[in-house]
């Protein structure tokens, strides 16, 4: 499959990237790793006629850490995050997303973490050829007024499938983007817009250039994800939770972050079953069973039948993924009492 025809730029400078943003807007596509993108040129689900490559952007690809929080630089390739010390410890949840992204040979060569939370929503029925959606009616995303994936659905419900996206919500992560204007941070629960064509609330002049996550005290996060492969293939339902203890009673949850992914047009922040954690103890089997089955019940709403799984089945795992997730985390939280 060729990609389609278009113009390479690769500036030295990070001025000279966000110049030809605002220059080309619409008509530019960032390249990173390109393994999501170049991908999407392929099959003609993307046609950017300028492609700003960040090849030479070095400066954009770190792990930094003050007291407050660890700084991952938009570049980073996947397997600088997997093996940060800095991630291992403050960030875990992160570490074991990464771990699964794709296969080695993406993690090594050329994903990287902004590309991997900016890649497009996916969909089994539209992820597909040219060759093959041209032979059917086009899809509310392709243009269309219909969608394969849920019936009478009056707008597109693609699914994100990043792996980093789930975890980095769970660990109340903020992204910072620029632009030639200037530049703003935006949290990873405000930036996902449930719009499963327009998932990111970023403008085309705009470019992510910074991941922050907030230290947290005595935090433990845990990522967990079920895929049919163990590689080369996307989860078909994950869950991240970060869980806080109390300062006064160790053994106790102050408060808590579940996020389900895979199973929406965004990563999904589930505030009311994390709230019903705060208070209980590491230990309370009841609380977290319940928070499984909650956090099923809630997630089941947002899913389409997209991802390569039995909507019944990949509904079902949700409880499995978030209860899987909390017992782990209350593990290394009673771990760390130990310590
Ligand atoms: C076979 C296969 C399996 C995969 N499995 C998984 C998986 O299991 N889990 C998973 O999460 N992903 C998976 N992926 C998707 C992808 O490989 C990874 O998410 C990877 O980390 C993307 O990074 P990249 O740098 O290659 O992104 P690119 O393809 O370079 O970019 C992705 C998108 O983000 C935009 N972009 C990138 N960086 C910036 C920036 N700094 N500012 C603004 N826009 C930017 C690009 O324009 C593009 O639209 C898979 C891909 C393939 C081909
Ligand atoms: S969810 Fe529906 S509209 Fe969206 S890409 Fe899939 S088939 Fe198309």
């Known amino acids: 499959m060729r990609l389609p025809q278009f113009t390479y730029h690769s500036p030295d400078t990070l001025e000279g990237v966000l110049a030809l943003l605002d220059e080309h807007r619409d008509n530019a596509g960032v390249l990173a790793g390109g393994t999501d993108l170049l991908v999407r040129m392929k099959h003609r689900l993307a046609v950017p006629k300028v492609l700003v490559s960040l090849k030479h952007l070095d400066t954009l690809s770190y792990i930094k850490e003050t007291s407050e929080m660890v700084s991952i630089g938009a570049k980073t390739p996947i397997i600088d995050v997997i093996r940060s ?7 875990p949840a992160l570490g074991q997303a990464c771990e699964r992204i794709g296969a080695v040979s993406i993690q090594h060569f050329r994903g990287t973490i902004g590309g991997n939370i900016l890649q497009d929503n996916r969909c089994i029925h539209y992820n597909q050829s040219q060759f093959h959606r041209t032979g059917r009616q086009p899809c509310h995303k392709d243009g269309g007024k219909i969608c394969y994936a849920r019936e009478e659905a009056d707008r597109c419900n693609s699914t994100c ?18 632009s030639s204007k200037g530049e703003r941070q935006v949290s990873l629960d405000a930036f996902y817009t449930t719009d499963g064509i327009h998932p990111f609330d970023m403008q085309p002049d705009e470019l992510l250039t910074r991941i922050d996550i907030p230290i947290v005290p005595g935090a433990v996060s845990v990522y967990q994800r079920l895929s049919f492969r163990s590689a080369i293939d996307y989860p078909i339902v994950c869950a991240g939770v970060r869980l806080v203890p109390d300062p006064d009673d160790a053994g106790c949850i102050k408060s808590a972050r579940i996020v389900v992914g895979a ?7 589930l505030a009311k079953v994390s709230q019903s954690l705060a208070g209980k103890r590491f230990d309370d089997i009841a609380a977290v069973a319940q928070a499984g089955k909650d956090a099923m019940n809630t997630a089941a709403a947002f899913a389409a039948h997209n991802a390569g799984a039995a909507l019944p089945y990949r509904q079902a795992m949700v409880e499995t993924m978030v209860i899987r997730a909390l017992e782990l985390a209350a593990a290394q939280a009673s771990m760390k009492i130990a310590r």
């Open 263 to 269: 199973m929406g047009r965004s990563p999904l922040f």
């Open 161 to 178: 499938q990043s792996d980093g996206a789930a975890a980095l919500m769970a660990l109340g992560a903020q992204l910072n983007l620029c």
């Open 85 to 91: 010390n800095r991630v291992q410890q403050q960030a």
